[in-house]
C-alpha cells in the first residue's frame, strides 16, 4: 500500500492544530511539520505527533515554506493541510481506503470553506490535494500558492473542510502583495487576480476593479477565476453605486463559459432591487436550470443552485401578488433547509396569508 506524508507550515496555531493532527493521525505514515516563528505553544502541541518539525525563517513566500516542507518527505504521496483544516470521520475512513488503491499522480478534493447554520457546505471548491512524491511537483506563488495538476489526475469526493477560529493577520496577503509591487514583480495572472481579491476584501472597491479589469485582459487568464473576477468585479460596482456596470460585469462572465447558477442569482438580486420582479424571476429559475460544475476546480455555492432561488422566487411571486406561486416555492425552499428561518417565517406569512382562500 503507498505511504503518506502530511506536509504542513504553521505558526501561532495553538487552539487549532491538534484538532488538525487528531484527523490525520490514521492516515498519515508521517507528520512533516514547518514553524515559521510560533510564540505560542505550536511547536509543543506539534512534538506530541511527530519528531519531524522543523523550522523555516518566514520570508513572505507561502511557496517556498511549502516546498521546504515536501522536500523533507519521504513517503510515496505528499498531502498538504493547514493548521485550521479538518476531515470528517467519515473522510477519515474514505482516506485511508483511498491509500489501499492510489495510483493517480495528483488527487483533487472538494474544500468546503463556508457553511450555513445547519452546517451545510455553502461554498466550495476542489483543490489539489495529494502528489506523487517521485513527479516532484513545485509550489507556485508567494501568496495563494499552488501547483499546476498535471499526469493522470483523480477527482476525489473526500472534502477537507477549512475551520477557522480567528484571522491571525488579516492584511498579511495584501501586504505581500503590495511589497511584491513596490518591488517591481512581474505579476502573473493568477497574481493579479488574488492581488484583485485582495483589494477587494479590504474594501478597496476603486482599485480592485482596475485590478480585475487588468485581469481580465490577460490571454492566460484561468477560466473559473475570470468567471469569479467578473462576479467580484460587479460586486465592487455595486459598492460604488453604478448598477449598469454590475450587470454588464455579470453578462460579462458569459463569454467564457455557460451561466453559472451564482451569476445568475447575482443578476437577480439587482432587478429584484430594482423591483423588475418578472425579469428576476427567469434569472432565478435559470439559476435553478443551471448545471452543477463538476470537477471543474472553480469556486461553487450550492444553495445558488436551489435553496436561494427558490426563496427568492417565493419573493418575486408574492411581489406579485401570485401567492399560491410564492408559497409552492417556499415549500421547495423548505424541502431543502426544513430548519431554516427565513423558510419557517414564510411559511408562518403564507398560512395567515392563503387562510380561508
Not at 489501499?100 to 466550495?124: C, K
Not at 508567494?142 to 499526469?151: D, L, M, Q, T, Y
Not at 453605486?241 to 450587470?247: I, Q
Not at 462572465?253 to 451569476?263: G, V
Request: glycine share 2%; charged share 25%.
Amino acid at each position: 500500500m503507498p505511504t503518506l506524508s502530511l506536509c504542513m507550515i504553521v505558526r501561532d496555531e495553538e487552539p487549532v492544530l491538534a484538532r488538525c493532527l487528531d484527523c490525520m493521525k490514521s492516515a498519515a505514515d508521517e507528520i512533516i511539520i514547518i514553524d515559521t516563528g510560533s510564540q505560542d505553544r505550536t511547536r509543543e502541541i506539534a512534538r506530541q505527533y511527530t519528531d519531524k518539525l522543523y523550522d523555516f525563517p518566514w520570508n513572505d513566500n507561502f511557496a517556498d515554506a511549502r516546498n521546504f516542507a515536501f522536500s523533507k518527505a519521504e513517503c510515496d504521496y505528499q498531502m498538504w493541510l493547514d493548521a485550521d483544516d479538518v476531515i470528517s470521520s467519515e473522510n477519515q475512513q474514505k482516506l485511508q481506503n483511498l491509500k489501499q488503491t492510489l495510483s493517480a499522480d495528483v488527487v483533487m478534493m472538494p474544500y468546503h470553506i463556508a457553511f450555513d447554520e445547519q452546517d451545510n457546505p455553502v461554498y466550495t471548491y476542489y483543490r489539489e490535494r495529494i502528489f506523487r512524491r517521485s513527479c516532484q511537483f513545485r509550489w507556485e506563488g508567494a501568496v495563494h500558492e499552488c501547483i499546476a495538476p498535471s499526469g493522470e489526475i483523480l477527482y476525489s469526493d473526500i472534502a477537507v473542510q477549512h475551520r477557522k477560529l480567528h484571522i491571525n493577520d488579516p492584511d498579511r496577503n495584501l501586504r505581500i502583495f503590495e511589497k511584491l509591487r513596490s518591488e517591481h514583480h512581474d505579476f502573473s495572472a493568477r497574481e493579479t487576480f488574488y492581488y484583485a481579491n485582495e483589494l477587494y476584501y479590504h474594501q478597496q472597491y476603486e482599485k480592485a476593479a482596475a485590478v480585475y479589469q487588468d485581469f481580465l485582459t490577460q490571454p492566460d487568464g484561468w477560466t473559473e477565476n475570470q468567471i469569479d473576477a467578473c462576479q467580484k468585479l460587479a460586486s465592487c460596482y455595486l459598492s460604488l453605486s453604478d448598477t449598469e456596470n454590475a450587470l454588464k460585469s455579470l453578462f460579462r462572465s458569459f463569454l467564457y463559459d455557460r451561466p453559472r447558477a451564482e451569476i445568475c442569482c447575482d443578476i437577480g438580486r439587482i432587478l429584484m432591487h430594482q423591483q423588475k420582479w418578472q425579469e428576476a424571476v427567469f434569472w432565478y429559475e435559470s439559476a435553478v436550470n443551471a448545471p452543477f460544475p463538476e470537477e471543474q476546480g472553480g469556486f461553487s455555492s450550492p444553495d445558488c443552485h436551489d435553496y436561494i432561488p427558490y426563496m427568492q422566487l417565493c419573493v418575486c411571486y408574492d411581489r406579485m401578488r401570485n401567492f399560491s406561486k410564492a408559497k409552492a416555492y417556499n415549500d421547495k425552499a423548505g424541502r431543502i433547509k426544513p430548519k431554516d428561518a427565513g423558510f419557517l417565517y414564510n411559511q408562518k406569512y403564507f398560512r395567515e396569508k392563503l387562510k380561508g382562500a
